[in-house]
Structures are given as C-alpha cells and as structure tokens.
C-alpha cells in the first residue's frame, strides 16, 4: 500500500492521515483522523478522532473512536480531513443523481 508506510511491527503508519475503516456486519464505515495502534484488553485497536464533518449530521466530530482491527475487512487512506470531506462530498453528489 502506497500512502500507508509500515511500522517496525508490520502495520501500517496512518501518523497524519485520515482513514476510512469498513466493519464485518455494519453497512457505515468509520472515519478516524490521526489514527494510531493501542493494545486494550490483550485486542489491537486502531484508535483516532472523528474527524468534524465525517459523521451523519456531524453528532460525532470531534470525538475520539476505536476500532478493534480484527473487526475490519478494509480500509481506505486518505492524506487529510480536507480530501476525505471532498470524496465524501463527490460520494454523495453521485448517489443523489441514482
């Protein structure tokens, strides 16, 4: 993976990017933005904050998240809040013309 270097443990560095995770049996992703690795309860969790503007009626910007990594099926990298918000926008425009 190109944006994503890897850390001295094999997982990838997301140190100042925003990343888009997609969850075994959720139909939402979810966005953290400076996302960095903690081990809580012997489990790996990537763990960021919401970026503002990447939630549904933005309920959550600004609050920190994690997400257990074994839960993730994939994800998406993304260099800043500001070209995660554009995509989403250019996301929603196309599903508004369906």
Known sequence: ????RQNKKGLPDFTDKVVSVSI??????????????ESQGGRLFLVGTVPRGGSTNDWCGGVPSAVA???????LV???AEQYLERLRIYERKKRKR
């Open 1 to 4: 993976m190109s944006s994503a």
């Open 24 to 37: 075994a049996g959720e139909d939402d992703g979810r966005c953290l933005e400076h996302p960095r690795w």
């Open 69 to 75: 990594w074994e839960a993730v099926t994939d994800y």
């Open 78 to 80: 993304f260099d800043s």
